[in-house]
């Protein structure tokens, strides 16, 4: 079969046209997966910070309860093994001779300090308050008395009615008799301070020891035994647990525990 010259160029021409056709598919298909791709990794995206707000909580106000404030102990326990010591102990003694008539503790109770551990009979204490308080007002009523004889001899040796010199002794009489009342002052202190006496007090907050007087007996201020006060624990500590809580010791006897590794 015979073709004409002129027949070549169509024959190149129908092949290069499906090339083309093959390249295009190609590029449009990759171009459709990239923009596929980018959108579905905008679309995670904008899920994820969705989901993130929604997991957020709004700006509310923070309730607040209001209380009033308190000093008290914090129970906190250390277990350890140690001694325990006392930071401060005083053995109390009575200052007064005389009954004992109350014990207001019990062994190992926790005192504080002004309460009143027992009490001495007061009634010769008392009596002798009183008999210093009646001194002073009968000295008291003696001045008064001075002092209106002092004007009137004052007014007579002034028109020489009178001596001066017993004006002057009479003044003298009023000066003697202030300084006695003075004196009847001191003495109801003295008193006033011996009958306080017979309320035995707690020196210091702790914790009672033992007891060694009971109620009835005859105590006297030159005895040897007494009661033991142990002052405030800062923390106390006996083979295991330590604990902050204060404390007091007495057996008349007042002491503070601290531990002591």
């Known amino acids: 079969m015979l073709f004409k010259p002129n027949e070549a160029p169509d024959v190149a021409g129908k092949k290069?046209?499906?090339?083309?056709?093959?390249?295009?598919?190609?590029?449009?298909?990759?171009?459709?997966?990239?923009?596929g791709g980018l959108g579905y990794i905008a679309w995670t995206a904008l899920q994820q910070k969705q989901a993130a707000n929604r997991n957020q909580r709004p700006d509310l106000p923070v309730p607040v309860l209001a209380a009033t404030p308190q000093i008290q102990d914090v129970p906190v326990y250390l277990d350890g093994v140690g001694m325990v010591r006392a930071l401060n102990t005083v053995t109390v003694r009575s200052q007064v001779d005389g009954k004992l008539i109350a014990v207001n503790f019990i062994?190992?109770?926790?005192?504080?300090?002004?309460?009143?551990?027992?009490?001495?009979?007061?009634?010769?204490?008392?009596?002798?308050?009183?008999?210093?308080?009646?001194?002073?007002?009968?000295?008291?009523?003696?001045?008064?008395?001075?002092?209106?004889?002092?004007?009137?001899?004052?007014?007579?040796?002034?028109?020489?009615?009178?001596?001066?010199?017993?004006?002057?002794?009479?003044?003298?009489?009023?000066?003697?008799?202030?300084?006695?009342?003075?004196?009847?002052?001191?003495?109801?202190?003295?008193?006033?301070?011996?009958?306080?006496?017979?309320?035995?007090?707690?020196?210091?907050?702790?914790?009672?020891?033992?007891?060694?007087?009971?109620?009835?007996n005859i105590i006297h201020s030159a005895d040897l035994t007494g009661s033991r006060c142990s002052s405030a624990c800062r923390s106390s500590r006996s083979s295991g647990s330590m604990r902050p809580p204060p404390r007091l010791s007495f057996p008349s006897t007042c002491s503070a525990m601290t531990a002591s590794r």
């Open 107 to 216: 062994e190992g109770q926790d005192v504080k300090k002004g309460d009143v551990l027992a009490e001495i009979d007061p009634a010769i204490y008392q009596a002798q308050y009183d008999q210093a308080v009646a001194k002073k007002a009968q000295d008291q009523a003696q001045l008064a008395n001075q002092k209106l004889d002092l004007t009137r001899y004052e007014q007579l040796a002034a028109t020489n009615a009178g001596s001066k010199q017993q004006a002057d002794t009479q003044r003298a009489l009023v000066a003697q008799q202030e300084a006695l009342i003075k004196a009847d002052q001191a003495a109801i202190d003295n008193a006033a301070a011996t009958l306080s006496y017979t309320k035995i007090i707690a020196p210091l907050s702790g914790r009672a020891g033992l007891r060694q007087v009971d109620q009835g």
């Open 16 to 35: 290069r046209v499906p090339s083309r056709a093959r390249r295009r598919t190609v590029s449009t298909t990759i171009t459709l997966v990239i923009l």
